[in-house]
Structures are given as C-alpha cells and as structure tokens.
C-alpha cells in the first residue's frame, strides 16, 4: 500500500528565506506526482504536476522536483512571502489510475 | 468559468439521519472523487466515478454511496449519519493534462457535523 510522508509536519520562516518541503512515498511505482496548497478553510489549489518521466516543473517562485527512484519529491520555495503561508500537500497516483494519495502536508507560516 | 462548487458549505445533521451532499462541475470532466479530510488522517478517498453510470469504492467506503446520472455531477449519499463521519468532505475532478497525465482540482468543501 502507497504511504505518502511529508516532513516537516510545520515550518515557520522569516519572510525572504528560501525554503525546502519535503515528500517521500515507499512505492516508487508512480504515474504522476500533484503538489497543492491549502488555505485554512478552503479547498485544495493544485501548484504543479509532474508526470513521473519528468524531473521537475516550474511555476514562477516554485520549484518542484521528482526523484522517483529513491521515492522524493522537494517542493522549493524561492524569497518566501506571508502570502504563502499555508499547508502544503503532496499526493502521487499510481499506474493505471486516477487516484491520489496524500501525505498529511506540511504547514508553512512566512513572518513578516 | 468553468468551476467545481459543492453545496452546502456547512451542515448539522443527527445521528442517523440521511444526508447528501451535492457536488457539481462544469468543466465535462469525465472524473470525479469525494476525500474526507480528519486531523491526523489527511485527505482520504471515498468513492470516485470515471464516466455516468460508472463508481468505485475508496480507501473509506463503509457507510457512503454515490450515483452518476450525468457528467456534472456526483452526490454523496450518507446512509445513517455517525458520529464518526463528522469532517471536511472535498469533491475533485480530473483534467487529462496530457498524455497519461491528469490533474485533480478541487472544489471548496463542505463541513459536516453530526451529532
């Protein structure tokens, strides 16, 4: 059974810092790989997808990259803003399928 | 725009009650998915459906059911309300992004408690 494990569960950084969240999943059997934010409240935002034959997507100040090898994907975070604190969730699917599974995410808060 | 939305956005209900809650999308997704999301739990699959007429059982099944009558829209259906069923339910469909390659969006969610 897929286990997605995000670490650290929260984080808390001075706004301008550079940052680094962290997913792993225990089978690297993988199709693709779906980085989302949440926003207290609210529903899911999806951030990047990245197919399982890629490394890494960009999208303006985030990075996201994908070793499926060894299990890992690193969403980077470049001159972080209060306006991104939220949690962040990481989620896989397996071949074959549509279905996501989550790892519990990580809560970012950017001090001003 | 198109959008997913999910009605209605908080609900009480009592034990043992029945309870549907709506979701309903216009982007003519042919898939969609309910998630609860506990403490603790993260986000977990309930039911999901890849076309009208077509469902599937989840990770957490027990006590949910879903119908597909058309595209836009599928109804999660709590049988006898518990207790334990109290959470943040989220409806999703899926966008074939390329090749193999599809993304899920999410709609806003939608606060169940049962008492």
């Known amino acids: 059974k897929q286990e997605v494990t995000q670490i650290p569960a929260a984080l808390s950084v001075p706004e301008g810092e550079n940052l680094v969240l962290n997913c792993s999943f225990t089978?690297?059997?993988?199709?693709?790989l779906q980085w989302f934010r949440q926003d207290p409240g609210k529903g899911l935002t999806s951030l990047l997808l990245i197919q399982s034959s890629q490394r890494e997507q960009t999208s303006g100040r985030l990075n996201a990259s994908l070793d499926k090898s060894s299990g890992r994907s690193t969403l980077y975070i470049a001159a972080s803003q209060p306006g991104d604190s939220a949690t962040y969730l990481c989620?896989?699917?397996?071949?074959?399928?549509?279905?996501?599974?989550f790892g519990k995410g990580t809560k970012l808060t950017v001090n001003p | 725009d198109a959008e997913i939305t999910q009605s209605p956005r908080h609900k009480i209900t009592e034990t043992g009650r029945q309870v549907t809650l709506a979701c309903h999308q216009t982007?003519?997704?042919?898939?969609m998915f309910w998630y609860r999301q506990d403490l603790g739990h993260g986000l977990r699959l309930i039911h999901y459906s890849y076309g009208v007429h077509d469902t599937n059982k989840g990770e957490v099944s027990d006590g949910y059911s879903v119908s597909r009558s058309n595209t836009e829209d599928l109804p999660l259906t709590l049988e006898s309300a518990a207790s334990s069923q109290t959470s943040v339910y989220f409806c999703a469909s899926s966008y074939l992004a390329g090749v193999g390659l599809y993304e899920q969006y999410f709609g806003p969610g939608t606060r169940l408690t049962v008492t």
């Open positions: 989620a896989v699917t397996q071949g074959g399928s549509e279905k996501l599974v």
């Open positions: 089978d690297s059997a993988i199709y693709n």
């Open positions: 982007w003519n997704h042919n898939n």
